[in-house]
Each structure stands twice: as C-alpha cells, then as structure tokens.
C-alpha cells in the first residue's frame, strides 16, 4: 500500500531549509505515493508552494498533514508539540542531533515513531548519495568563504595596476574534510593564497590537489591519525600543544581564518585561543564553522560576529548551510528521498524498516515505542557504529 508523506515546514527559528523539492515530490508521486506540503514550507528555500503544487503535491495545514502521515520528512528533529500532532507507528526522518537529547529520544520513542538520524549515515559507497553531512558541509566551506570576504574589506586576488599592487589575501582553512576543501577551493577561485592543516595524513594529498600549502607538526601519531573510516580522531594532549605552537606562529600571518573541526558528540575543539587572536592583524577575520557546538575559536558566539579588542572579527554563524538554503534544501532533499526509497517495498510501496539493514542498523533511534539506538542507550539486532561522522 503507497504511503502518505507529509513534509514539514521547519519551526526552529533560523532554519530555512526543507526536506523535499519539486523534484523529489514529482519522484514520490510518480511511485504511487500521496505527498502533503506544510503551507509555506519551502518559501525561505525560494520554493514557493506552487512549485510543489505543480509537482502533485496538496499544500495543507501542519495539523491536516502531520496526523495523516506514515512518514514525516523535516530538516530538524521535532519539538515535542510537533510529535503530539504524529500519528502512532510513523517514521520521521530528519537531522535528529541526538547526542545529549535524552529527553527528545524518549519523547520520540513514547509516541511511538520510528524516528531515523540523517547525520548517522554510514561511511559506505551504498550510502553515499545519503550522506547529508557531506552535501550539507560542502555549501557550509563555500559559505564561509563567502562570508569572510563580505567581511573582510580588502581585495582578496592579487591586482597589478598603474596605481600599485593589490596583495593577495593570505588564507588558512583549520580542517580539511568536506567543508575544509571546499573552502580552499573557493578560497582559491577568488584568488587567495591558502594554507591548510589537518590531524589525517591523506589531507596533505588532497590540500595541495586543490593549490593549498599543507601546515601540519608530521610526528608518528599524525601519521596514524585517521580511523579506518577515513574520519579524524582526537589527538592526544602533547600533539595539539605542538601542533598549538605551530598553529600560533601561522595564524598570526593571516587575514582569514576558516575553523571546521567536529568531533561527533563532542563539545568541538578549541583550536584558536585567546592569545592567538590577540596576536592577529587588525582587520582579519576568523569564521567558526564549528560555533554550534561551542565553536574551535576562543570566545565565538553563535550567530554573532564578536570583534576583538585588536579588531579581529570572529563570525560565528551556527547554521551556515541555512545561508544558502535554496542550494542547501536541494540537496538535502535528494538524501532523503535515495534513503527513503531504500525503506519502501518495491511492490507493495508499504514501509519495510528491515532492522538488519546497515543503513536503517545506523540511522534507526526509536521503533516501536523503545530507544533501540545501541550509541544512545538502546539495542539493536545489528551494529550501528560504522558510520561516525568527523567532519565540518
């Protein structure tokens, strides 16, 4: 039996993103499947409802939708008044944030939904037209840049002229993953000198593919720093002094400074200290990718640009995705909808939440009115710790 899928307009404050698309809705339909779109819901991603429309989707009211749904698809993890409006026995799919969100799991669970974490995808070539960290990550590193050249108020290429010479900005990107890079990319679309750094030995290949200089304290633990998933890992407290120092001598020469370094479940690490900053020239600018979980930068605040007392500006933005959210919403609807189309039976259309499954083993938090995550306190018939996440 076909599903009734009801996408949510997202009700956090600052999110401007959606789960779905004219596109993905034109796939649900196509399949059999009845698409609901919130009013509204799409609107601050440049969707307006008539886009959904035209796609075979009905526009309805949170509270038409949501009670009639067998799978709900959001951008965040629902508030409790959102879950009271669920029915029983349906899937929501979202960015969950589940690390020390007890009470949300619970809620989630007594409703008795299945509730499946985006971000808790695995690592593996199956999956990787699902991985919403990535997609998202990857418009966070372009972001940025964008956003520390608005703030900073020079030119960022080198300019020849018969006036004089312009200088080329001077560039260091802390963290290589997928934001990382794709913020050395922009970086050096607009003609900046990059330097990047890094705990993975395989960053240094990738850094200087893209015109990057490589900046790294190269001992024995760097070079058996990375999981077998290709993630990085914490270092150990003498490396990050050494890697501190070289750190402090670096970024005083710079003009911006992009930090991307998470740790899943973790507060992110604080890579630029104090004295650091205090040691940067007046008029450079730091973006703190890593701001929402209590940001890499000393003293950055989320969705605030703190000017230090040498006039250093740290931007702080904590849903920099949410910046570029008609790209962002774009994407994010593709990994939903590739996901969803791996939990639907193919003849019936029904939702098959196969325990077994390594993707639904990864994702799955709640099922049946329990919390069956083992990471979050539950049990799971299969392992559903192959798919950490380390990137910003």
Known sequence: ????????????????????????????????????VEKGAGILSRIPDADFEGAGASIVTAAAGSGKADVVLKVRRPTSPELKKYKKGAAVIAVMDPYDAEKALGEMAKAGLSAFAMELMPRITRAQSMDVLSSQA?????????????????????????????????????????????????????????????????AKEQVASLGGKFIAVEDEEFKAAETAGGYAKEMSKEYQAKQAELVAEHIAKQDIVITTALIPGRPAPKLVSKKMLDAMKPGSVLVDLAVERGGNVEGAKANETVTTRNDVKVIGIANMPGQVAASASLLYAKNVLAFLETLVDGESGALNINRDDELVAATLLTHDGALVHPRFGGESPAAADKGEKADG
């Open 1 to 36: 039996m076909p599903l009734t899928l009801f996408v949510a307009k997202e009700s956090q404050a600052g999110e401007p993103r959606v789960a779905a698309s004219p596109d993905t809705v034109k796939r649900l339909v196509k399949a059999g499947h009845t698409v609901t």
């Open 138 to 202: 990857n418009l966070a590193g372009y972001q940025a840049v964008i956003e520390a050249a608005a703030a900073y108020d020079r030119a960022m290429p080198m300019m020849m002229t018969a006036a004089g010479t312009v200088p080329a900005a001077k560039v260091f990107v802390m963290g290589a993953g997928v934001a990382g890079l794709q913020a050395i990319a922009t970086a050096r679309r607009l003609g900046a000198v990059v330097t990047a750094t890094d705990v993975r030995p395989a």
